[in-house]
């Protein structure tokens, strides 16, 4: 499903924006109990305004709220969720059976265990209010342009939010947890649809861990901490198609991607996962979603030739720029990375987007915003080119 109205090459986000000072004070004291939700909202707010201008400022056509409220992209549900308790890694840690190994996973991938929180299944989850939908509300007041809300996926929250030794009084596998999640992921994306959004992208970053880490039998961490997997990379992808689709199946009217890539949480490349697409490929492309949302602004994600015996099956959100790096790319490289994209994708297929966001976690932004900004205004300027040679 086309999004109506945007241009040729449509220019979005990820999702996440860095959060400015102010408001990371607001939220350790929200965080803390010394700030309430609504004095929260109010630094909020003024945040979410300020990124929704450099957006606009940028050339941005499909605009989020830079997840400006949540403390990270995943680990904010536990505000409007019943049964969940946000932990530190490093509190995850008295829970873990191999600490030791946990610690050197942590070490190894630069994650820094008191910085990054992990919602954790204390209870029966049940649905206090919704996700996202007050996010799209109030941004929705403040511009006309569509708007891309990014959610969770539900393989990841399963593996994150189940903690062995305290989650499993309430849901004794992983699978039981599954079902829930995947209920209340269902209930948000009609309601958000309902609303009006035109766009949710349900983030999946971990499905990379699952393909190039398949021996890890211990709680890891890629972008979140998880549960150790069955060790089966070909299992583990059947049963996220099986979830996600569970999520969208027979929801129209409403845009879908999903977003997979190699790591968010550091600006040390050689602590993020590399390898290509293609074993996963035939994966993605049985999820019931409209779009793949990938990076490949780095060699890390390996060629797009992946998709060489997949060609224009899907849409692509095509990471042109690296979120994580000094240096702002050129409009020319991103025409050249889209050229190369066209081999296996029609020009109306191709959107174009930051290879992740640029403030996964609230505390550890990977860019000033100045660099941001001047990162998505790259990719508007190649969009530009890229509109009057295939319009």
Request: aromatic share 8%; proline share 6%; net charge neutral.
């Amino acid at each position: 499903m086309a999004i109506p109205g945007v241009p040729l090459f449509p220019v979005t986000v990820v999702g996440s924006w860095p959060r400015p000072p102010y408001l990371l004070r607001a939220l350790r004291q929200h965080q803390s109990g010394q700030l309430s939700a609504k004095e929260f909202n109010v630094q909020a707010d003024k945040a979410v305004l300020e990124c929704l201008k450099y957006q606009d400022d940028a050339g941005v056509d499909i605009v989020s709220d830079g997840e400006q409220r949540r403390d990270n992209f995943y680990s904010f549900v536990v505000e409007k969720l019943d049964g969940a308790k946000l932990m530190s890694l490093a509190e995850l840690m008295n829970h873990v059976e191999d600490k030791a190994a946990f610690d050197q996973i942590l070490r190894s991938q630069d994650a820094p265990a008191f910085a990054i929180h992990n919602t954790t299944v204390v209870g029966k989850v049940k649905r206090r209010q919704s996700l996202a939908l007050d996010e799209y509300q109030f941004l929705r007041k403040h511009t006309d342009k569509p708007i891309k809300v990014a959610l969770p996926g539900p393989y990841l929250l399963t593996r994150s939010m189940w903690v062995k030794g305290v989650s499993d009084a309430a849901y004794p596998t992983m699978e039981s947890l599954a079902t829930e999640l995947v209920q209340i992921l269902r209930q948000e994306l009609i309601e958000l649809r309902d609303a009006g959004v035109a766009f949710v992208q349900f983030d999946e970053p971990v499905l990379t861990d699952v393909m190039f880490r398949p021996d890890v039998k211990e709680r890891t961490f890629m972008c979140a901490s998880m549960a150790a997997s069955s060790g089966n990379p070909q299992q583990e992808m059947v049963w996220a198609v099986q979830l996600m689709n569970a999520v969208t199946r027979g929801v129209d009217g409403i845009q879908t991607g999903v977003h997979v890539c190699r790591g968010n949480w550091s600006r040390k490349e050689e602590a993020l996962l590399s390898g290509s697409y293609e074993p996963m490929v035939m994966y993605l492309l049985t999820m019931n979603v409209d779009q793949l949302v990938l990076e490949y602004a780095t060699l890390r994600a390996g060629e797009m030739a992946a998709f060489g015996r997949f060609p224009r099956i899907r849409e692509m959100g095509l990471g042109v720029v690296n979120p994580r790096s000094d240096d702002v790319e050129r409009p020319e490289t991103v025409v050249a990375k889209v050229k190369e994209a066209l081999k296996y994708f029609h020009p109306d297929q191709i959107y174009l987007n930051p290879d992740c966001g640029f403030g996964t976690f609230a505390e550890r932004p990977m860019n000033p915003a100045d660099v941001a900004f001047h990162k998505l205004q790259t990719i508007a300027t190649a969009a530009k080119q890229l509109r009057k040679a295939y319009a």
